[in-house]
């Protein structure tokens, strides 16, 4: 039951598209489509933004995106804007367990 | 609309349990859709899913290998809550404190988060 694993931070200027990856393994990422993306501002809750892999909660921007290869999910922000300034966590379900990722500092230049 | 209402002290001292309720509105704890879920969150570790138990027919406990000997997570029919309970605290323990409403790993509603400081 090991954490998935992020990227600690990465940056983008406004307008451009990051990728945030979140690797993990068969019996997780890679077993499942079961794989949510969280936004987290501090002092919130965090917020859903992604689930079941690509789908989107009805209010979340289609900037946001997700994809699954492998193991490997992602998460891409489109046109950057300085609001999306936030921790984004990857998690998925892991059988009896629900695993998170160690979170990704997204900074907008 | 789902809504979850955080209970519980915010300082707890070493060695002591750690008791937390989350009260349920627009839902029910006995779904057969939904688990009910703990995570907290510190600088340290991020956010950390604790566990959660969910109604098909008969209760479920699921909890993480890191705390599963000393967490217990309760259902409140009668109240329409649930609960948390962490065993021999430390300052490790320090957190923000979430429950949330699970449905196949998305979750979509929140409590408000309670900080929970573990110190004498």
């Known amino acids: 039951q090991s954490a998935l694993t992020q990227p600690r931070s990465v940056s983008g200027s406004p307008g451009q598209s990051v990728t945030i990856s979140c690797t993990g393994t068969?019996?997780?990422?890679?077993?499942?489509?079961?794989v949510s993306w969280y936004q987290h501002r501090p002092g919130k809750a965090p917020k859903l933004i992604i689930y079941?892999?690509?789908q989107r909660p009805s209010g979340v921007p289609d900037r946001f995106s997700g994809s699954k290869s492998g193991s490997t999910a992602s998460l891409t922000i489109s046109g950057l804007q300085a609001e999306d300034e936030a921790d984004y966590y990857c998690?998925?379900?892991?059988?009896?367990?629900?695993?998170f990722g160690g979170g990704t500092k997204l900074t907008v230049l | 609309q789902v809504q979850l209402q955080q209970s519980g002290p915010g300082l707890v001292k070493p060695s002591q349990t750690l008791s937390l309720t989350c009260a349920i509105s627009?839902?029910?704890?006995?779904?057969?859709?939904?688990?009910w879920s703990w995570i907290r969150q510190s600088p340290s570790r991020g956010l950390e899913w604790l566990g959660r138990?969910?109604?098909?027919?008969?209760?479920?406990?699921d909890y993480a290998i890191s705390v599963k000997s000393r967490i217990t997570i309760n259902p409140d029919t009668s109240k329409n809550q649930f609960s948390l309970q962490l065993n021999s605290v430390t300052p490790e323990d320090t957190a923000v404190y979430y429950c949330?409403?699970?449905?196949?790993?998305?979750?979509?509603?929140w409590g408000q988060g309670t900080l929970v400081t573990v110190s004498s």
């Open positions: 068969s019996s997780d990422v890679g077993g499942y489509n079961y």
């Open positions: 949330a409403r699970d449905l196949s790993t998305a979750m979509g509603d």
């Open positions: 138990t969910y109604y098909r027919s008969k209760w479920y406990y």
């Open positions: 627009g839902d029910s704890v006995t779904s057969n859709l939904a688990a």
């Open positions: 998690c998925s379900y892991a059988g009896s367990f629900v695993v």
């Open positions: 079941g892999v690509s």
